[in-house]
């Protein structure tokens, strides 16, 4: 069987980085001309990346975890130990000029405008060096404007701007050419969370345009609804890579019902009637938590298990969360394996 | 809001030229906001480089001849010095801010876009001392060649003009070499290119009055005495062979190449090490200077 | 009588708690340039370049016979080291910490430190001089041997010579101090630096003895306090400043030193206006 050529390959991608191992002042400084010794830290770990066009993946880990600096390799400003990697064909650091024409990165922690110029000169600076014809150019920045809102942030010099008026800014500047893949590393980074809800609605948006997109970030609320895919990577190796979906499934399946009777909480009678869950007591002798399989029961069952035995005042249900896999994962209490989820022990 | 969009692609050097030039508008705009400094820049500059013309002028008074030179040949060397560095502070001022991109990883965003990075970083500030400096140095080397006794031709004239820009040339691309150990000395701010900067300015005054060894060193390991005393014995007629003068346009582009070549190096180190720089508070805080 | 000796212990023990803290900013700051070795080795060697240049200089102009300059090419050379070791002291690193901290706004912080401000600054300057000194003399030193030897005072003159150019130190510090607040107005210190690098350099007599001057820049530099940082003490050295005027030169450095103080005390009040009213 024919296998169609990824947009973004890596195979065996690994980064190490040697620091001098020296001692502080001037004596370490004097000591390591003459004995060098290094100390070594693997970034990246032999991982294999395979990212087709118009995917949306996550790529999550811990802090440290090695997300930028597979990043910055795959757009060409790393070169990297050992491995391969392929973007639409091309080596990103040996043709790094002609790789930036495709691709708009987004860094959390730093902007690419220019500090001391309005935004609308950075963005129309990025128009000239993309080529873009004016027409093109107006055209790309309404669309951005219609969604970031950018109107009052135009005329405003980059280090003026506060972090969420930033992000939107640079989010332009990452999109104002119309890359056909997208980074976006740490972007909600900082952000309150009105600012974080724009942005992962500007995510969702790019997704469903057909743009590649790679979104590196630990905050794993970024990635429901964003992405179909997910990539765990901790400690510079690859612990997961499938789909969102079935991780969810296979791992995140226990749901939770919260309820407040009006009177005692009947918890004996109603785990009689739900044998198959966790019933037990809340902060009050009045809250009941139901703690299920959802695909063994529905919230349905579960309430009618309920209702009976008195008066329900409230109720709330927590749905599954990736957190919870991932925080397993992070932990150490779960290695999954790749593509079908299968954990792997 | 826009004028329409050009049909004709931009390739190659004319695209890297206009992009440069779009570069620096961008920058000298945001520049002109700040009024009140673009006056002080100014007169601070003419203030700073005429306090050296006084200097010499008041020597000059009690001594015909340093060496053999008269005033207004030494003026006419130290023209050379103000004007380079005037068209240096204008046109490449980003340069001297290359020790702080390097290392707080502000050359990841340059990186991404499909520009020269040495281009963006040259490109990235406008210094208006140049201004006044390019006042002060064509007035000074206006009034030196008048009183300089040579005969103009039209050919003398278009050589004095291509030696002039070649000198500037010499001390962009000696900036640029210097520069670069941004890529080596892992601080925000390094004072290696401002010494290099200090070291250059010797050739304020003419080359003959140093020893053999610094002559040597100013002439051929950083070849600053080509953006002022080589050039200036052409123009004047005397002082060192004509021919040596001639060569400053080839110094110039042997300059610059050794810069872009450079520059390449500790890009592809900053490249497999990235920017793992330490802060230097001291530097950041003591002494961040560059030419005034 | 035990409550009289318990307020004065009192009023000593408050006397001494605030100098601890200027003796140990002071100590912060010599430390932070020998944290720092390499960049303040370029940093002398940038100094010591326009050393080079002045010396060179001088010789070529002294061969062709100095006779009118009144100095012979073995005291122009004692007095170029002088001027180049009196010149490296204060020489950018209190005022440019300064203009850094108040254009990024520290010095809201520095505001409200128990310390006074310019008390706090000089303090450092004190700390940075230490190394400034020891190693623009030693500069200074190879520099000697290396032209051929520098001729040394006589014993007699040594004292007024090092009170002279003990008293350099807050006389620099003076004009540096108050250059460095200018940045309460402007937003660029750089080229203000430069300028007044320059300015003050010339008119100091580091490059040119300020006899060699014409009349009307030479009275101008007579007002001025600028003559004290430099050419008074190396004056002294070489012998060209002795009795009488050797010590009516030194007082005026002293009047100086503390006119300046008080000047700048005044200009700190308008500086700290300018900023709680405005901003910064």
Redesign the interface.
Known sequence: MMRSVSLIEATNLTKVFRRADKGPGLRGSLRHLVERRFVEHVAVDHIQLSIDAGEAVAYVGPNGAGKSTTVKMLTGILVPTEGDIYVAGRVPHRERIENARNIGVVFGQRTQLWWDLPVRDSLELLRDMHGMTQSRFDKSLERLDAVLGLSDLLSVMARKLSLGQRMRADLAAALIHEPSIVYLDEPTIGLDISVKDRVRAFARHLVAEGTTVLLTTHDLDDIEDICRRIIIIDDGRLAYDGDLESVKNTYARDCSMHFQLAAGAPVASVSARLPEATVTLGDNERELIVTFDRFALSTGSVLNAVLPDGEVLDVSISEPAIEDVVRKVYAGELRLGHSNGEAAT | MGKPGRPRRRTGLYRAAWLYRRCLGAHLRSTLEYEADFWIMSVTAVITQGIGVIFLWTIFRTIPLINGWKFWDVVLIYSLVVIAEGLSQLFTQGIWNLSWVVNTGGLDPMLIRPYSPVLQVLSSEVGMNGLGNMALGIGLFAAAVSHSGVSWSAWRVALALVLLVSAALVKIGLNLVTSCAAFWLRTTYSMFPFSMHRLGELTRFPLTIYSTAVQLVLSIVLPFAFMSFFPATSVLGHGAPVWVGLLTPAVAAYCLFMGVWIFRLGLRRYESTGHLGRACRVCEAGHLRRPG | MTGQSLDARAAGRQFRAPFRAYRSMARMALR??V??????V??L???A??A??ML??W???L????S??GFDWAHMKAYLLITFITGSLVS??TD??MA??IRQGDVATDLVRPVDYQRARFAETCGFAVYEAGTAIAVAACAAIAFGGVPVPPLRAWGLFLLSALLVLPLRFGVVYASGLVTFW???Y??????R???V??LSGA??PLG???EW?RLTADVLPFAGMASTPALVYVGHLTGRAAFTAVAAQAAWSVALWVLARAFWQRASRQLTVHGG
């Open positions: 932070s340039l944290a720092y070795p390499v960049s303040f370029f940093n060697l940038a100094s370049f326009g080079l240049a060179y200089l010789r070529a102009v061969r062709n016979g100095g009118a300059i950018g690193y440019y910490q850094f901290r402007t937003q660029n750089v080229g203000v630096q430069a300028a690098i320059a300015l350099t010339f490059f040119v060699l001057l014409p820049l």
